[in-house]
């Protein structure tokens, strides 16, 4: 860790699990997820909040971690890749969209969609194909050219649909 | 790409934000939404001493129709104004225009006060704040201005902000009656800086037909650029082909740079062709107001 | 029993890496020092000093180097990967500069501290003198050579190179038509999502150095490091982590990183990582695309190619470390699927100030692609014939496989197309498109003051290229098969295509096969990743290596069931005598019996030991076997397979802003038989994303002094969803090829190669006048047609 410098504390939630760090203030939230916190699942691929990879859930809404201090996230919650599968272990709605559709390649960029289409699932449960592009419009993707990455939150709230159908 | 060594204050208050950006004087930096500013703190092409970080004003979080005007506290979201439907409904310009800002992700932590204080010409709303002459609250530990819009650009990332000082608020005047918006953008990707965008207003008067007509202009200017399309548009014959005059007008007007995405030529051409496209859009909500 | 040949089984890799637990290289090594460098800010300059002082007290500081730290063959340039006897001026960097920057982004000085965000204070404090020198930027200027980027390198060619089948000169003199044409397309860039890393660990007591980097080539890091670092190949390990994409750029090493930080590892005795940034990777690796054609082509008729002579001019940044063989694959690539009478290629491979240029997907493809193609449609228009019964007519016939096209490839075999139907592919891309209905739609379209186009393209790719890869199949006595093969792996389902393959060779569950690729502890005879021959290469090795293991695993439960080998199958991992599941014992234990033992570890093992049976007349293990049931192979074809694709496009271009927008595109694709029908799809998605994106959006754009103006994803634009057509029409065919015992061909790189040439096709026939040069953006679109304004 950078010494010399002023350490602050920062206190995050993430996935539920309560953390206490000292990072400096220049700290990028991603850096502190991924070193300070070791939950590497969260990806930078450009550090300036083009591509996406990094996006995390800060109090439910997606946001680009390596646009964001770690400072400036103290007393957040914050939902990571690490935290969307259910607490027995299933894949969420989502993640299993993407594993029924081949929504991923080489998996670098998809903790960035995955936690922008489950919080947009949230906010949007039936979208039409517009809406599932929309949703994942600004993330960036090599591999796939997003055709099935769309199909995969079209499945995902098909998923979710199911699930809460059969839940009791 | 990692941002330099800085000190960090998060102030819990205002008065306490003011003072402390009093203390720290040229050195100190606001820190708001963060999503301009940390990709430059990362790239090294900004070096402040000192962060102030913002995000606890939690009173500074408003966005309120009041007085004829849509206000924005300077911790409001982007976000948080494009789904504020009171707001939308009373300035349909600031929704218009938002959608076209980056992309959801950076729209929710982005703040709206922020977009206009780092005054990008290339930004939506800066130009937004020109067409609909709001203000910009300025406060500092020695009291408070108004800025007008027409003041608050003094060039391309200049504000009308100084050392020391903070922008609390941002006032959009509401749409008045009879009048109408439109907000037209070509981006070479979804969600990017715009390569030429119009946003447009038109009043029309107790006769039905278009009494006044102004347009502003992104990424054609140092600044936001307001063009007077008045005569432009009520010189063309009643129900007549519609706004060419403007177009020609504006093309007359702007003065774009080339860049690596576009020459000046197609920039201007384009302000030609989004003024005709908002001016139409703008028409089409004053008659018909509520049409999206 | 179905076979899982053919089948799109869900891939085996997705659960970890939906859970967040893939181990890409920046989350490995947290105990490591990092590494920054410092980098030219100039094109081209001299090195005149640096001055570490101001650095010096940085906390966390561990060490700065320059060039003159560097020791014996570290302070000598990185190797040329492929010579060629045309390649006479080759030239490669140091790892760090001596004394001389030639591209802005070149690493001059490496600076290792306890985490990277000092590191990069370190090396902000750091103080490069230089003296610039003019700089070469573009074709031209590398052509005219007013000014040199190397001393020694006179005119700035790397190499000229031709390559002839016939006299095309003379055919094309006595051709009844003739058309000469000039065409240019500019630099991209293969950007994948995760940039490059490297970490490496020297383990003092053992003297032997541990590296995991993120590449297309562990066994090339390994060879080019431990020459470097003079250490023997078996000290050398290099681990693939999880790698978030390649295309291409990976495949080059070493980096000088690659060199680098092991060498600052054996040096500090502690763990050394570099993860490189977003500015770095536009600055510091490699770029590929920039090439200008001039073209003369001679022709009857009917559109038959008589003669076609091809000149070509091809940027090769700043230095070649991958030789000439981008040109090579444009220069022999571009003639497609077509028989022209005779044909001529000459290219010369300049330098230039910029960033060097290696292979991304398509590798050279994409612009031969783009001449050929629009040739051929200028041939059409010349003789008002329909573009596609041009191409017809100059189709190689499925009569006439195997066809040789004259020319050695760039595996340095002949050009010969082992098996393909054109004439089939292309009936079937225009019926999927509509090719023969769009003349009318057009009418009425116009009629509405739209204006749309229709454009196709063809192309022909040389996939699973050699020398060879490998396999090794492993049968564990749990019953577990463990798999190995050398090369690597960076999004293409490796592990599931892999495990489909072994699964249906040894008759065992899907589940119970484990691919490994990429780590020279398991497979130390590789070459690579690259040039779409993977599961070629290292498919056909595997099956190859399965069926080995099978084979001996049926002798050896023959034995044991004292039947003959013949009459037994192996059914979800069960050897049985056929039809007879009842008599079966399973894999685990064959593999058991297969080892005989002196000492049994557990339970199961006792059924091997000395006292529980067999032949004692014999000897344990026979002449010539080995114990375990394993099975090695290698796969070295004689020459590459050919795969091609037809695309097709429509587009709409707004007759006010310029914009274009794709109404639908098309492709039919022939790689041979498919092992995953749903993996080879998302392989041609996303190549036609990045070959859509080369055609309307990406290019690299360097100003006139070398700088690099768009070194970000703000800038260089990689498309998003909104960018790339929402629906990609995907038609079959599969002509099997003779030339590797799976009949299958290549897929990786399909999708990219003809999506400029079919979409600048489509651009002409919306817009009436000629695309001779890509990328296309609105604004281009717009000052061209202000150029054609009188085209009617």
Known sequence: MSGGEELHEVRLTVNGAAYQVRVPARRLLSDCIRHDLGLTGTHVGCEHGVCGACTILLDGDPVRSCLMLAVSADGAQITTVEGLAEPDGTLSPVQQAFADCHGLQCGFCTPGFLTTITAGLRATPDPGEQQAREMVGGNLCRCTGYHNIVASVLRAAQIQRERAARRP | MKPPPLRYSRPTSLAEALAVLASLGPGGKVLAGGQSLLPLLSMRLAAPDHLVDINRLADLA?????????????????????????????????????????????????????????????????????????????????????????????????????????ATEICFPVLPRAAGTGFAEVSRRQGDYAVCGVAAMVQLGDDGRIAAARAAYLSVGPSPLVIDLTEAVTAAPAGGPGFAAAAELARQHVDPEPDIHATAAYRRHLAGVLTERALAEAAGEAREPGTP | MTSFFGASVQRVEDDRLLRGLGAYLDDLGDDALAAAFVRSPHAHARITDIDVSGA???????????????????????????????????????????????????????????????????????????????????????????????????????????????????????????????????????????????????????????????????????????????????????????????????????????????????????????????????????????????????????????????????????????????????????????????????????????????????????????????????????????????????????????????????????????????????????????????????????????????????????????????????????????????????????????????????????????????????????????????????????????????????????????????????????????????SGIALGTVAVLSNPLRYAFDDAAQAATQFAGGDASRPPVAEGEEPGIEGRAFFSPARSTFASGMHAAIVETDPDTAEVTILRYCVVHDCGRLINPRIVEGQIHGGVAQGVAGALYERMAYDDAGQLQNASFMDFLMPYVSEVPARIEIGHQQTPSPLNPLGIKGAGEAGVIPGAAVLAAAIEDAEGFPVTSMPMSPSDLFELRRTHKDTP
């Open chain 2, 62 to 166: 408003y966005v309120r129709v009041d007085g004829g005007q849509v206000r924005v506290g300077a911790l409001a979201r982007h976000a948080q104004v494009l789904a504020d439907l009171p707001a939308r409904t009373a300035q349909p310009l600031l929704a218009k225009a938002l959608r076209f800002v980056a992309h959801a992700a950076i729209r929710n932590r982005g703040t709206t006060v922020g977009s206009i204080v780092h005054a990008d010409p290339a930004g939506e709303m800066p130009a937004v704040l020109a067409l609909l002459a709001g203000t910009v609250r300025v406060a500092s530990q020695g009291g408070e201005r108004v800025v007008p819009a027409s003041e608050f650009f003094l060039g391309p990332l200049e504000p009308a902000v100084r050392t020391a000082e903070l």
């Open chain 3, 56 to 582: 010096l007290d940085v906390d966390g500081l561990v060490a700065i180097y320059t060039f003159e730290d560097l020791p014996g063959r570290l302070a000598e340039p990185l190797p040329l990967l492929i010579p060629h006897p045309s390649l006479t001026h080759g030239r490669t960097p140091y790892p760090l500069a001596a004394g001389e920057v030639n591209h802005v982004g070149e690493p001059v000085v490496m600076v290792v501290a306890r985490d990277r965000y000092l590191a990069e204070d370190a090396a902000g404090q750091i103080e490069v003198s230089y003296q610039p020198l003019p700089a070469v930027v573009g074709l031209a200027a590398a052509r005219a050579a007013q000014h040199l980027v190397h001393d020694d390198v006179p005119g700035n060619l790397a190499g000229n190179a031709v390559q002839e089948n016939g006299d095309a000169r003379a055919a094309i003199s006595a051709a009844p038509h003739v058309l000469e044409l000039d065409f240019e397309i500019e630099r991209s860039a293969s950007t994948p999502l995760e940039g490059r890393g490297v970490l490496a660990r020297w383990d003092g007591q053992a003297q032997r150095m541990r590296i995991w980097t993120s590449t297309q080539t562990s066994t090339g890091v390994r060879a080019a490091v431990a020459a470097k670092l003079g250490l023997a190949l078996a000290d050398v390990d290099v681990i693939t982590p999880d790698v978030g994409g390649g295309f291409g750029v990976k495949i080059v090493h070493p980096w000088p990183e690659e060199v680098l930080v092991p060498w600052a590892a054996r040096l500090l005795g502690q763990p050394v990582k570099f993860t490189e940034d977003r500015r770095e990777h536009f600055i510091a690796s490699a770029h590929e695309r920039a090439q200008q054609h001039h073209v003369r082509v001679g022709f009857d008729d009917g559109g038959r190619i008589l003669g076609l002579d091809v000149r070509f001019w091809h940027d090769n940044g700043a230095y070649i470390p991958y030789g000439l063989i981008v040109p090579i694959v444009t220069s022999t690539q571009l003639l497609g699927p077509y028989k022209p009478g005779a044909y001529r290629v000459e290219f010369d491979s300049l330098y230039t100030n910029t960033v060097i240029v290696t292979p991304y997907r398509g590798a050279g493809r994409p612009q031969g692609a783009f001449v050929m193609e629009r040739t051929m449609d200028a041939i059409a228009a010349a003789l008002r014939l329909d573009r596609a019964v041009v191409r017809e007519r100059n189709f190689i016939q499925p009569g006439e496989m195997p066809y040789d096209q004259g020319l050695i490839f760039q595996d340095g075999r002949p050009l010969i197309y082992d098996s393909g139907d054109y004439p089939a592919l292309l009936a079937k891309l225009k019926e999927l498109i509509g090719w023969d209905q769009f003349a009318a739609y057009q009418q009425a379209a116009r009629a509405q003051g739209r204006r749309v186009g229709i454009g196709l393209g063809c192309y022909v790719e040389g996939t699973g290229v050699g020398p060879y890869e490998g396999g090794h199949v492993v049968v564990e006595t749990s019953g577990k098969v463990k798999v190995a093969t050398g090369l690597t792996t960076q999004g293409q389902g490796h592990q599931t295509v892999f495990a489909q393959l072994v699964a249906d060779e040894l008759g065992v569950p899907l589940a119970d096969v484990q691919i490994v690729t990429g780590d020279t502890r398991r497979f130390g005879y590789a070459v690579g990743t690259f040039a779409s021959r993977a599961a070629v290469m290292s498919g056909s090795a595997i099956a190859l290596a399965a069926r080995k293991a099978r084979a001996k695993a049926l002798r050896v439960a023959a034995e044991a069931m004292e039947v003959s080998a013949d009459d037994l199958e192996i059914v979800d991992g069960i050897v049985q005598v056929k039809g007879d599941p009842a």
